[in-house]
């Protein structure tokens, strides 16, 4: 009877190790497929030299499909000037970018630890810059 109870007690704190582990997989899994979107913007945004607004528009659009959140909720800040490619390198020809999106859910088996479901959710944040690739035109 007492491995019965004790089994009874322990096999809850059990379970939200192998859920924990389920939803850290998840989780992975969303933050790859978000990289995956954001350097197809990126690589776009170079050829552009700048993150247009449809750049902009169709990454949040494919952030708020894929994770079915709504496209106000993904943050994009991106230099707005075109920028040039140089023959040298010059930073303040870099496109600078920066997406946050929501994660709901961190940690599996919140309420059973005593996090309430607000606390128990974070943003995601991919900031970075890159090299224009856009040519100025000749004179």
Sequence with gaps: MKQFIV???TLPLIMVFIMQFALE?????RIAAL????????????QEGRFT?????????DI??????????????????????RNAFDEREMIAYRVEVPIEKIM????LMGIPDEE????YVIEGSTASEKLRDAP
């Design 7 to 9: 089994l009874a007690a």
């Design 108 to 111: 599996a088996g919140n309420r």
């Design 120 to 123: 128990n959710a974070g943003v």
């Design 64 to 85: 708020a499909e894929r994770f079915k959140l709504d496209e106000s909720e993904v943050v994009i800040e991106a230099d707005n000037r075109v920028k040039y490619r």
């Design 25 to 29: 997989q998840m989780n992975q899994g």
């Design 35 to 46: 990289q995956e979107l954001v350097y197809g913007a990126k690589e776009q945004a170079k």
């Design 53 to 61: 607004p449809a750049v902009k528009a169709a990454l949040a659009h």
